[in-house]
């Protein structure tokens, strides 16, 4: 019987994928998605960034996905993105969301895409599929570098819209449990509509 395997062919990536700025400054960052081919209804971004040189400032959601959401915490970003229902999808490519970091200290950093392909909490790109397929390439991601050299005027950057949730995350990332909730809630109306038409009939 032949082997069949699943082509990832989503990325991400940082935009600009270089900065150069100065210390006590602050430099805005684009993550975004390429869905391929597929059509994808959401997607869960962790990034890794070094604590004692850049501090996260703001998260702007972008136009990619309507629902946009991220927990920050020392040294790593969470960012998620789904669509607003369950039959709704995204294709083609944009930007999921805006990251403005202040700088620390000097020296050459990077931010980095988590992706393994076989832990629960990484960055996936979701297929709009009944098993949610996760359709990311972990070797298309790249890093962005930030060299920060000097003292610096430190520089703000116009958001619009900055979600910030400080609460736990649930095991499986908020895009599983997207899908997972509107399932029950077509389940539930389902349910109500049978009961309705058995009481009009009594």
Not at 57 to 79: A, D, E, H, W
């Amino acid at each position: 019987m032949p082997v069949v395997y699943t082509a990832h062919a989503g990325s991400l990536s940082f935009s600009p994928s270089t900065s150069s700025v100065g210390l006590g400054s602050n430099f805005s960052v684009n993550i975004n998605i390429d869905a391929g081919s597929d059509q994808v209804s959401g997607t869960d971004v962790w990034i890794d960034y070094d604590a004692s040189a850049l501090e996260v400032q703001s998260v702007t959601s972008g136009t990619y996905f309507p629902l946009v959401n991220n927990v920050p915490s020392t040294g790593r970003l969470y960012i998620s993105g789904v669509v607003a229902n369950q039959a709704e999808y995204e294709t083609g490519s944009g930007t999921v969301a805006t990251v403005v970091f202040h700088t620390l200290q000097t020296g050459t950093y990077n931010l980095t895409f988590e992706c393994d392909l076989a832990a629960t909490e990484t960055s996936k790109i979701v297929k709009n599929d009944e098993n949610a397929t996760n359709v990311i390439s972990c070797n298309a991601l790249t890093n962005h570098t930030a060299t920060i050299t000097g003292a610096g005027t430190t520089t703000t950057t116009q958001t619009t819209t900055t979600t910030t949730n400080s609460g736990t995350l649930p095991e499986s990332g908020v895009v599983e449990n997207v899908i997972q909730y509107s399932t029950w809630g077509i389940l539930l109306f389902a349910a109500g509509v049978v009961l309705r038409v058995v009481a009009g009939s009594l």
